[in-house]
């Protein structure tokens, strides 16, 4: 930041740090022909802020364990910062800007925000090798939302309609983007696929997929959909059926120490597989199984992954399947029916459902008899606000028609449409 006013405050603090219990010099980075002193302020008993000043500008550090010198030997951990890059930020070098692919911001751009996909991602980047970041940038005008891309060398297709024709509508919140199917070919080898079925679904895996999560469901239930670019979707029924088997349950205690059987079904163009697993975050009952006793705990899931012509659907959450299923069967209308038409849509947001959802997780995880404080505090201040947003209409985040990223970090222009 440019210190501005606090110039004249951090002055004394060389002086000052030579007594502070609190404060201490730590050492020093080369800026130019200066020499420019670390601090480092222990607050909170445990806590401690690193922090340098040279002419304007001032750099702090939130983490001082993750300041790393190059000239120490050591290998850099992921997430450190180097005594270059704070001598380079003291010396005014726009390294922010050029990490993100940047312009330098206007002068009418008076707060910007940019967000790396590796933080958005939370270690799922491998599937979207294509999505760079966010940002968001605040003018005069208001807000305005950017998407960043990365050009890959086999791009996929940017449609997203697939997506949005399958997915039930009532979703809380969805999103969509380009799904680079040839990188996960390791994985799927590592979880029990052979090497040519591993070649063969990567293969017929088109471009893109979506996740939509429902108010009827919970947060971590979402139903997955991606799409198949072969017609004769039916030949990787066997292939499929076994990578489920291999990658889905878990040894279950109470039946000699083997996952559930998968059920197998087919009825015209939909083929399905479902496996019972038992977990205490299931939607059913032990009770309610058809041999209770076999539950390990009191809760159970049935994973369900189904193929409906060229369609690919997954859930945790079974009743979402089955509701695509519905979908895709034309008995129940799908999210593309309050979409727009000739918009690329890739991020939905349902405020109405979305409160109903995060009040449903909230108060689960706030047994009133077990935390009765965190239970009174969300009735009296959070639940009032989820009611508010669930009064605020749908919205799409579309982008410019025929967007493709050409290049790194290409920033396309997000715009906030009311449906």
Not at 8 to 33: F, I, M, R, W, Y
Not at 199 to 212: D, I, K, N
């Amino acid at each position: 930041m440019d210190r501005g006013g606090l110039a004249k405050v951090l002055e004394p603090l060389a002086k000052v740090a030579l007594d502070d219990t609190q404060l201490s010099k730590v050492g020093a980075v080369k800026v130019g022909a200066d020499e420019v002193a670390l601090y480092q302020l222990t607050y909170n008993a445990t806590k401690a802020l690193l922090f340098a000043s040279h002419g304007d500008k001032l750099v702090v550090l939130s983490n001082p364990a993750k300041l790393y010198d190059p000239q120490s030997g050591t290998a850099e951990e992921s997430g450190s910062v180097s005594t270059n890059a704070i001598a380079a930020l003291l010396n005014g070098d726009k390294l922010f800007p050029e990490a993100f692919g940047l312009q330098p911001r206007a002068p009418e751009v008076k707060q910007r925000l940019s967000v790396n996909s590796s933080v958005l991602a939370m270690g799922y980047q491998r599937f979207i090798p294509n999505f760079a970041g966010l940002r968001f940038d605040m003018d005069d005008k208001g807000w305005h939302s950017f998407l960043a891309m990365d050009e890959l060398d086999n791009q996929p297709d940017f449609d997203f309609k697939p997506i949005w024709q399958a997915m039930p509508m009532g979703a809380s919140a969805c999103v969509a983007l380009p799904l680079a199917a040839e990188q996960q070919k390791p994985l799927l080898v590592k979880l029990g696929a052979e090497e040519k079925v591993a070649a063969a679904l990567t293969e017929h895996v088109a471009g893109a997929a979506g996740l939509c999560w429902y108010a009827d469901s919970r947060l971590y239930t979402p139903l997955l959909v991606a799409s198949l670019n072969d017609k004769d979707s039916a030949k990787l029924d066997g292939d499929l059926g076994n990578l489920f088997g291999s990658m889905v349950g878990a040894y279950e205690g109470k039946v000699d120490e083997h996952a559930f059987p998968v059920v197998e079904k087919q009825e015209g163009e939909t083929h399905q597989w479902q496996r019972q697993v038992s977990s205490n975050f299931g939607p059913y009952a032990a009770k309610d199984a058809e041999n209770p006793d076999a539950i390990t705990g009191k809760a159970f899931m049935k994973v369900s992954l189904a193929r409906h012509g060229s369609t690919l659907l997954f859930s945790l959450d079974d009743k979402l399947v089955d509701k695509a299923l519905g979908t895709l069967d034309k008995r129940f209308p799908p999210l593309a029916d309050v979409l727009p038409k000739d918009l690329l849509m890739p991020v939905y947001f349902g405020p109405d459902s979305m409160a109903q959802l995060m009040q449903q997780e909230t108060l689960d995880s706030l047994p009133q008899d077990m935390e009765p404080v965190f239970y009174n505090a969300a009735q009296t201040y959070l639940i009032p606000k989820l009611r508010k947003l669930g009064g605020y209409g749908k919205y799409a985040l579309t982008l410019p028609k025929g967007s493709e990223p050409d290049g790194h970090w290409q920033w396309l222009p997000l715009e906030w449409k009311a449906l």
